[in-house]
């Protein structure tokens, strides 16, 4: 148990310094006199809207996409290629402030990531199965979002396809949740995590491909996949947040790499740590919250939710 607990530890630490060891490099290159697009507030703003949302089954992305728009973030520089680079630094940073949110599983879910390592240290049969099937259904989103990022970006990153995925997603939720009662089907019912199989894993994987679309949320489409399959409600919300943490850290990573040196030149790093620590305390919150009130209830509130800010979304910028 010691042997565990310290290798959990390290990992803890690793996970940190590779982050850091990603964004400090390029630090010394940043100009102090650089004008910066991202005040404080705007990055609480953004980072708490980030960490509330990012596991709850209604789509972080769509809610930074128009919060980000709401609060008037949009370059207005007449040089374009400024302009560009600005808008994905700012995007990037957007990615990277999930950092928090990663951090906040690795803290809730400590002891599936406990069995994780003592299936690669110790032989744990479980927690080597849990590993191959988190790798198992990364990979559907890893090869199509490198495939299909570009077109993705250019005509899904909008107001109005977040306000489309709001509302299919909320009707959704109504349907099957109501499909479900329909059947007598127990949710807290169903198989657990250690039951899974290589197949169910790949399933689920292609599921979140569907959260590409911003406003569909990865949560949504991984908990429905993991339900349909035969899933107990905890098992798959359990999963869900797993795949999400390593999901998010993929993301994280390629979007440093990719951005790195453009998010620095044009954010404040004051406002950058206050968003990790921000949304490591919103996404702990709001994970207890949603594992508490899934335990109980079921997904009806969020469909309900989805549906009536979609259409207040939609007044908004219509009207």
Excluded at 33 to 51: F, M, N, R, S, Y
Excluded at 242 to 258: I, M, N
């Amino acid at each position: 148990m010691k042997a565990v607990r310290k290798y959990s530890y390290i990992s803890l630490f690793v996970l940190c310094g590779v982050f850091l060891g990603l964004v400090f490099p390029v630090l010394a290159a940043v100009s102090v006199d650089e004008p910066k697009q991202l005040t404080t507030t705007q990055a609480v703003i953004l980072v708490v809207v980030e960490g509330l949302t990012e596991y709850l089954p209604i789509s972080s992305t769509g809610h930074l996409l128009v919060t980000k728009d709401l609060l008037g973030m949009n370059t207005t520089e007449s040089d374009v290629v400024r302009q560009t680079t600005e808008t994905d630094a700012i995007n990037a940073y957007l990615v990277c402030i999930q950092f928090g949110a990663i951090l906040a599983i690795l803290f809730v879910c400590a002891h599936r990531f406990k069995k994780i390592l003592k299936g690669l240290f110790q032989g744990d049969a479980d927690g080597r199965r849990l590993l191959t099937n988190l790798i198992l259904a990364l990979l559907p989103a890893v090869v199509i979002g490198l495939i299909l990022e570009g077109p993705i970006k250019k005509f899904l990153f909008g107001t109005y396809p977040v306000i489309a995925a709001w509302f299919g997603g909320g009707v959704a939720i109504l349907f099957i949740s109501f499909y479900f009662k329909n059947q007598h089907r127990d949710l807290h019912q169903g198989q657990e995590i250690e039951d899974m199989g290589p197949k169910v894993a790949i399933f689920i994987g292609v599921a979140q491909c569907l959260a590409m679309w911003p406003g569909v949320s990865r949560s949504l489409a991984t908990i429905l996949g993991g339900l349909f399959l035969g899933l107990s409600m905890k098992a798959t919300v359990e999963f869900s947040f797993l795949l999400g943490a390593v999901t998010l850290t993929a993301a994280t990573v390629y979007d440093v790499f990719k951005h790195g040196s453009d998010m620095l030149a044009v954010l404040e790093i004051r406002s950058m740590f206050l968003g990790l620590m921000f949304a490591f305390v919103a996404a702990v919150l709001s994970v207890k919250w949603m594992i508490h009130y899934l335990n109980k209830y079921g997904l009806e509130i969020f469909g309900y939710y989805r549906i009536v800010l979609a259409l207040a979304t939609a007044w908004i910028y219509l009207v």
